[in-house]
């Protein structure tokens, strides 16, 4: 399996990124997809999971209203649309895929992208 994600950079608080995962060596809408973020000196905690068919889809407390996750199956590519961005957003993010069709618990992740850094500073 071979998830690659990109996107991340540099923004302003109160600014915007777009995170993407391309995905490769598996069906990938049999699966679902999630972004896990991972700040220093902090654990990985996991922020949004998309369901196989994008109509469900979860987000950690701190992130809803703010992210917004989606995915084409045709390009096998899932997105993070991250708006009003705040300092404690930055972090590692990682794209995972999950061993279920609808649920990304750490427990259900086999495969872990490589990574994309996104810094909120002014």
């Known amino acids: 399996f071979q998830l690659q994600a990109s996107g991340g950079g540099l923004v302003q608080p109160g600014g915007s990124l777009r995170l993407s995962c391309a995905a490769s060596?598996?069906?990938?809408?049999?699966?679902?997809i999630g972004w896990f973020r991972q700040a220093p000196g902090k654990e990985r905690e996991g922020v949004s999971c998309?369901?196989?068919?994008?109509?469900?889809?979860y987000y950690a407390d701190s992130v809803k209203g703010r992210f917004t996750i989606s995915r084409d199956n045709v390009k096998n590519t899932v997105y993070l649309q991250m708006n009003s961005l705040k300092p404690e957003d930055t972090a590692v993010y990682y794209c995972?895929?999950?061993?279920?069709?609808?649920?990304?618990?750490?427990?259900?992740?086999?495969?872990w992208g490589q990574g994309t850094l996104v810094t909120v500073s002014s």
């Open positions: 995972v895929k999950s061993v279920t069709q609808r649920a990304c618990s750490y427990g259900d992740i086999d495969s």
């Open positions: 998309i369901s196989t068919s994008g109509s469900i889809a």
């Open positions: 060596g598996f069906t990938f809408d049999d699966y679902a």
